[in-house]
C-alpha cells in the first residue's frame, strides 16, 4: 500500500534515528520509494531541521536524541548526470572540466547526448536519473540560449538539483531561478571591441554564425560600440536572414567583408568562430583584402585560432573553467563538501583575449 506523505517522513526518521547515517540510495531501496521521490522528502525533512543531507546521505542531526552518526560516507557512490549537444569542439573541454571536478570528489559521471534533436535533452535527463544520477548538470539545446516562452519548463520540474550550464533563462521564467554557471559571451565580445578600438579603428564590424552565443556576442557588441562612441557599422546579412548552409554563410559573410573594406566602412572585424575566421581569411585575400592591414580580425573561441597560417587573436572563453564550476556547484547542493550556499548562483565566467597577428598588434608590436 502506497504511504502517505506524513507516513513516508515518519519512517525516513525512524530508520535515520535508529542508524545514526544511511545513504540516500539505500534508504530509498530498504522503503520501496523512488529515489526522486525520497529526495524530495528529505530535502523537506532537513529544511524543518529534523535530519541533516551530506554526501549522499541521511543523517540524524548532531545534538539531538538518538545513537551517535555512523560515519558520514564519502562522495564515493554519487553520480552527476549532464546533458549536452555534443562532445566535441566546444563542449568538450566544458565536459573535461566538469568530469575532473565529479572524480576529485570522489563520484562519477555520466554523460547524455541531445544532437540538438528536438525533445532529446529531456529524454537524455530521464534517461540518467532513471540509471541513478543524483543531480544533473544541463545544457538544453535552446536556439538562442535561454528558453522561448513556454519552453524547457521540464527542467523547472525536476525534484532534483539541477545547475544550468552554458545557458540561462529571461527573468521571470520558470527555469530563472535555477543554478547556473557561463561563459560571459557578452563580455567577451564587447573586450574585443574595445581592443580594437585601442589600436585606432573606429568601424568594426560583426560577422556571427547562428549559435545559442550569437545573441550574447551581438549584446556585447552593441554595448561596446556605444560605449566607446564608434561609428555605427551596417549589420550583417545573416543577422535578418539566417544562411540556408555553411557555403552560403562563407559566401555572404565573404561579401559583407569585403564591401565594408572598399567602401571604407569596416577597418576591423570580429568572426564568430575561429574556425569561420580560418576559412574566411584566405578568401578575403584572394579578393584583395590584407589581414590585418585592411582589416583586422578577432575570432571568437580559440578553440583553433593559435593553429591558423597566420595566428589569430581570438577570445577565449574557459570552458573548462565553467564546467569544473558547475559541477562543483552540483556536488555542493548534493552536500560535497559540508558547506552548500543557501541562495541560487548565476556564475558568469569571463572570457580572456589571447593577442597574435591578425589583429595588427603584434605587428605594430604591442
Known amino acids: 500500500m502506497r504511504l502517505h506523505v506524513d507516513q513516508r517522513h515518519e519512517r525516513v526518521l525512524q530508520l535515520v534515528r535508529e542508524r545514526g547515517s544511511l545513504r540516500v540510495a539505500e534508504l530509498a531501496e530498504e522503503l520501496g520509494m523512488s529515489a526522486v521521490t525520497l529526495r524530495r522528502d528529505v530535502e523537506t525533512l532537513a529544511a524543518q531541521g529534523l535530519v541533516e543531507r551530506l554526501h ?160 550574447r556576442l551581438r549584446a556585447g557588441y552593441a554595448a561596446a560600440v556605444a560605449a566607446l562612441g564608434l561609428s555605427p557599422v551596417a549589420a550583417s546579412p545573416l543577422q535578418d536572414a539566417p544562411s540556408r548552409s555553411e557555403a552560403d554563410r562563407f559566401e555572404r559573410t565573404l561579401e559583407y567583408l569585403c564591401e565594408g573594406v572598399a567602401d571604407g566602412d569596416v577597418t576591423a572585424a570580429i568572426v564568430h568562430s575561429d574556425a569561420d575566421a580560418i576559412v574566411l581569411i584566405p578568401r578575403l585575400q584572394a579578393r584583395g583584402v590584407r589581414v590585418p592591414e585592411d582589416l583586422a580580425v578577432i575570432a571568437y573561441d580559440d578553440e583553433v585560432a593559435s593553429l591558423a597560417d597566420l595566428p589569430l587573436t581570438a577570445v577565449a572563453p574557459d570552458k573548462h573553467a565553467v564546467g569544473a564550476a558547475a559541477a562543483k556547484l552540483l556536488l555542493s547542493r548534493l552536500g560535497v563538501p559540508d558547506e552548500c550556499p543557501a541562495a541560487r548562483r548565476h556564475l558568469d565566467i569571463l572570457p580572456t583575449l589571447r593577442v597574435r597577428v591578425s589583429c595588427g598588434a603584434a605587428a605594430a608590436g604591442a
Do not use: C, K, N
Open 56 to 215: 549522499g546521505a541521511v543523517v540524524w542531526p548532531s545534538g539531538a536524541p538518538g545513537p551517535a552518526p555512523a560515519a558520514v560516507p564519502s562522495a564515493e557512490g554519487l553520480v552527476v548526470g549532464m546533458v549536452v549537444p555534443t562532445t566535441e569542439y566546444y563542449y568538450a573541454d566544458v565536459v573535461r572540466g566538469a568530469r575532473e571536478a565529479v572524480e576529485a570528489a570522489g563520484a562519477r559521471l555520466t554523460i547524455g547526448l541531445s544532437r540538438y534533436l528536438p525533445d532529446e535533452d529531456e529524454a537524455q535527463a530521464r534517461r540518467l536519473l532513471s540509471t541513478g544520477a543524483d543531480g544533473l548538470l544541463l545544457t538544453p539545446s535552446w536556439e538562442r540560449g535561454h528558453p522561448e516562452p513556454g519552453e524547457g519548463l521540464w527542467v523547472a520540474e525536476q525534484e532534483t538539483s539541477v545547475v544550468l550550464v552554458e545557458r540561462w533563462a529571461p527573468l521571470g521564467h520558470p527555469v530563472a531561478g535555477l543554478d547556473r554557471v557561463r561563459s560571459d559571451h557578452a563580455h567577451g565580445a564587447a573586450e574585443a571591441v574595445a581592443h580594437l578600438a585601442g589600436l585606432g579603428h573606429r568601424s568594426i564590424a560583426l560577422a556571427v554564425q547562428e549559435s545559442p552565443t550569437a545573441p
